[in-house]
T-cell receptor, first 114, second 113 residues
Framework: AQKVTQAQTEISVVEKEDVTLDCVYE???????LFWYKQPPSGELVFLIR??????QNEISGRYSWNFQKSTSSFNFTITASQVVDSAVYFC???????????FGEGTQLTVNP | DTAVSQTPKYLVTQMGNDKSIKCEQN?????MYWYKQDSKKFLKIMFS???????INETVPNRFSPKSPDKAHLNLHINSLELGDSAVYFC????????????FGPGTRLTVT
């Protein structure tokens, strides 16, 4: 059965610090997709990135970067030079070929203090 | 223009009542979902429809019944509401069932008193 673990329940940093959010997943499928979503205090869920299991190339988008390592079943998310607006709950999620359900991790609450 | 919309945004009701939450998407997607987010922020899928056909039906009390009148709409009806139903309910949609990301509505906060 698929499972996503985000071991960091809460992280608190000071503005301009770099922060990495960890995500470890379990799946028996060889083909799957991984996602990150952001849930700011306003409550909506915002899609950030999708990565398929055959593409281990790291991705950078502005201050955001993602490190996918199949060997360790991890898909970590780094925010460089964090800002107060980055404060949110961040969810990692997994989708297998065997079903269309999206399995979410328990989320990491990131607080960026000024 | 709102991509995935839900009404109402807040719903406060008493135990035993029946209520509905409506969801509409204007993204042209063929798959829609209902998720429940509990007080600890845990997100869990409840139902999914693809082209109006039910494809995911998790272990949810049968007091919850989804209805998809067309590909752009997925409503959630809840009978005999219980205190434990209090949560935020999110609707989502995607193009297809596997490769693409899901886009979420703003959520409906249901409070049962």
């Amino acid at each position: 059965a698929q499972k996503v673990t985000q071991a960091q329940t809460e992280i608190s940093v000071v503005e301009k610090e770099d922060v990495t959010l960890d995500c470890v997943y379990e799946t028996r499928d060889t083909t799957y997709y991984l996602f990150w979503y952001k849930q700011p205090p306003s409550g909506e869920l915002v899609f950030l990135i999708r990565r398929n299991s055959f593409d281990e190339q790291n991705e950078i988008s502005g201050r955001y970067s993602w490190n996918f390592q199949k060997s360790t079943s991890s898909f970590n998310f780094t925010i460089t030079a964090s800002q107060v607006v980055d404060s949110a709950v961040y969810f990692c999620a997994l989708r297998e070929t065997s079903g269309s359900r999206l399995t979410f991790g328990e989320g990491t609450q990131l607080t960026v203090n000024p | 223009d709102t991509a995935v919309s839900q009404t109402p945004k807040y719903l406060v009701t008493q135990m035993g009542n029946d209520k509905s939450i409506k969801c509409e998407q204007n993204l042209g997607h063929d798959t829609m979902y209902w998720y429940k987010q509990d007080s600890k922020k845990f997100l869990k899928i409840m139902f999914s429809y693809n082209n109006k056909e039910l494809i995911i039906n998790e272990t949810v009390p049968n007091r919850f019944s989804p209805k998809s009148p067309d590909k752009a709409h997925l409503n959630l009806h809840i009978n005999s509401l219980e205190l434990g139903d209090s949560a935020v309910y999110f609707c989502a949609s995607s193009h297809g069932t596997f490769r693409t990301e899901q886009y979420f509505g703003p959520g409906t906060r249901l409070t049962v008193t």
